[in-house]
């Protein structure tokens, strides 16, 4: 686990507002030389608490109106191997994200669509036919906000 | 209108979102002067927001991921204002969306481990307004995570 002073809470904040900015305009903000800006983002990065990047997309821009999120109850636990399942619904290009979760459902998905009837065309053809899908709960996702988080 | 070589430059961008727009034009065969172009139209357009960092909350000792779907009481006007306003209050809620379906809202919260979770649960998110049912999922693992449209 990395332990994070308040500079490196403050970087992680401005970071995952927006990952362009240089190391020098951070710097400046915070206080610090452009290399000491520099060798802390390495530290964030190398110590894991930085995962990747993620491009923000207007999805309704580009023709994606809807996002389903689906509970997925497995029809015959034991029976089916959870890996073929995670393999095949990892395959589908509108599934964007899987969590395999413990409670009322197996699995959770994140399904982006163009609209209903299209959402309706993922839902019959590709996750219904799963093996080993069973019951699913689906609910549409109206607004979304993302939190920094205990930084 | 999109064509096939803004498509292009997305689904390259969106899968390696720290492409510089020089590698982005190296990717999709274009000159950097072109890809420069594509790029700045793409974000006056809106459709390309920004980026971010992702942060890796396990590596920063927040080994718990929990989903609550939430269930509000209708009667009241404004539970949904009120009860967001609030949820966005508790650090450890680091999504928040709302649904048309059987859920009303869904809440992801971190937690170091299960007496921290058990704390936030008890204190700071049984306590927020208008709730009429919880439902706990605990996260197991993430099968699939870029969140990518189908482009």
């Given at each position: ?151 | ?67 609550l779907r939430v269930t ?33 809202l ?25 709730i009429?049912?919880i ?17």
């Open positions: 686990m990395i332990e994070l002073d308040e500079i490196d809470r403050a970087l992680l904040r401005a970071l995952a507002r927006d990952a362009t900015q240089s190391a020098s305009a951070l710097g400046r903000r915070l206080g610090l030389s452009q290399p000491a800006t520099w060798r802390r983002i390495r530290r964030l990065e190398e110590g894991g608490a930085i995962a990747g990047r993620r491009l923000r997309l207007n999805a309704e821009a580009l023709g994606f109106g809807v996002t389903v999120f689906l509970g997925i109850k497995l029809a015959t636990r034991g029976r089916v191997s959870l890996d073929d399942f995670e393999r095949a619904v990892s395959a589908i290009p509108e599934v964007q994200t899987v969590e395999h979760v413990l409670g009322l459902f197996d699995y959770r998905l994140r399904v982006v669509a163009r609209d209903l009837p299209d959402f309706e065309r993922v839902l019959r053809r590709r996750i219904m036919t799963l093996p080993g899908a069973g019951e699913v709960e689906a609910n549409v996702l109206l607004s979304e906000e993302r939190l920094p988080g205990p930084l | 209108m999109l064509d096939d070589l803004d498509r292009r430059i997305l689904r390259y961008w969106q899968a390696e979102p720290s492409l510089s727009p020089g590698e982005l034009a190296e990717r999709c065969n274009i000159t950097a002067g072109k890809a420069a172009r594509r790029i700045a139209r793409l974000q006056d357009q809106g459709i390309v927001q920004g980026s971010g960092v992702v942060i890796d909350w396990a590596a920063l000792g927040y080994a718990l991921e929990v989903s509000l009481d209708k009667t009241q006007a404004n539970a949904f204002d009120i009860f967001m306003a609030e949820a966005r209050q508790v650090p450890e809620v680091i999504e928040l969306q709302t649904f048309l379906g059987r859920v009303d869904r809440l992801s919260i971190i937690a170091r481990d299960m007496a921290h979770y058990q704390q936030i649960y008890r204190s700071r998110i049984l306590t927020l307004p208008h009429a049912e439902e706990a999922l605990m996260h197991v693992a993430r099968i699939k995570t870029q969140e990518g449209l189908p482009l």
